[in-house]
């Protein structure tokens, strides 16, 4: 049954609004589940690891999926029209870092390095591209990527996670710019580094969270909270006039300029 929380509040802004978030059954991508849910929104969580999902809050319907793939993107999106009668906002979240990623360019997998592409790159154009089908028919829609602090700045062994992050970022503007006069926006968020399952993996290579919380200008690491909070905000209303541009929510670290301690490879 369709949420019909009323409007009127800052917190319910996005109130009644039908949201897919990919990669939601974990980390940031469940965080931006269950914010946009207790805002009264209509949310579908696709996620590849149906496990994980069993016990996503009542009220997030969840289909499994790989993103990577066209028809499971394709599905994803029918099934939240076909559940919540229409497609406002999809959050392209779902990535992967393994820790066999952190290795230079000519010791890196190429079997690692085409599943990165097609998961972290190919995989949010999928998505998009059958979300923009349907919010084309509706005239209106929000797609907000989250990216990275890499898409910005770069550091040691993350030949195949650095540029492919960097990507989203022109992935955003490019379509921000074509969908615009469409009632289409595209936003994407680019976090620090935030306390997730994938940044626990790869907390040895980042050089151990104090570290890692260091490096920050608020001196700590993120919660996955703080980067769903920026999400509803870019998809509500309140945004209105954000298009084609990049939020990131870092702590401060992009300040920087440059990541100013590159050995070991930091975060995000
Ligand atoms: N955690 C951080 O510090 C950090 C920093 C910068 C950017 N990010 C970005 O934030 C996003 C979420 O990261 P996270 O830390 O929550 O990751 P995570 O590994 O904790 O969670 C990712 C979720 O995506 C799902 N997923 C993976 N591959 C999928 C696929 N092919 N199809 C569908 N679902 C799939 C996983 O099952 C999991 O539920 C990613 O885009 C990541 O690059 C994270």
């Not at 929104?41 to 969840?62: E, K, M, Q, R, T």
């Not at 492919?164 to 074509?178: F, M, P, S, Y």
């Not at 976090?191 to 993996?201: C, D, M, Q, S």
Request: hydrophobic letters at 45%; charged letters at 20%.
């Amino acid at each position: 049954m369709k949420n019909s929380r009323p409007q009127g509040s800052v917190a319910y802004k996005n109130a009644g609004r039908v949201i897919l978030v990919s990669g939601g059954a974990g980390g940031i991508g469940r965080a931006i589940c269950e914010a946009f849910a207790a805002s009264g929104a209509n949310v579908v969580c696709l996620d590849i690891n149906a496990d994980s999902a069993a016990d996503l809050p009542d009220g997030i319907a969840f289909v499994a999926g790989d993103t990577s793939l066209e028809d499971d993107c394709r599905n994803a999106i029918e099934f939240a029209v076909q559940t919540f009668g229409a497609l406002d906002v999809l959050v392209n979240n779902a990535a992967i870092q393994p820790p066999s990623s952190y290795a230079p360019l000519h010791e890196f997998p190429t079997e690692l390095w085409e599943r990165m592409v097609g998961v972290n790159f190919t995989g949010y154009s999928l998505l998009a591209k059958h979300a923009l089908i349907q919010m084309l028919k509706q005239d209106s829609g929000v797609i907000v990527n989250i990216a990275s602090g890499q898409a910005h700045r770069t550091t040691r062994g993350v030949p195949a996670y650095g540029p492919i992050k960097a990507a989203n970022l022109l992935q955003t503007r490019q379509w921000g710019v074509e969908y615009a006069r469409e009632g289409i926006r595209v936003v994407s968020v680019s976090p620090g580094a935030i306390r997730t399952p994938l940044v626990e993996a790869t907390l040895h290579e980042q050089g151990g969270e104090a570290q890692l919380a260091n490096r920050h200008p608020l001196g700590r690491i993120g919660r996955p909270d703080e980067v769903a909070a920026a999400v509803l905000w870019l998809a509500s209303d309140d945004a209105s006039f954000v298009t084609a541009t990049d939020l990131e929510v870092d702590g401060g670290l992009g300040a920087f300029g440059a990541f100013a301690d590159p050995y070991p490879c930091p975060p995000l």
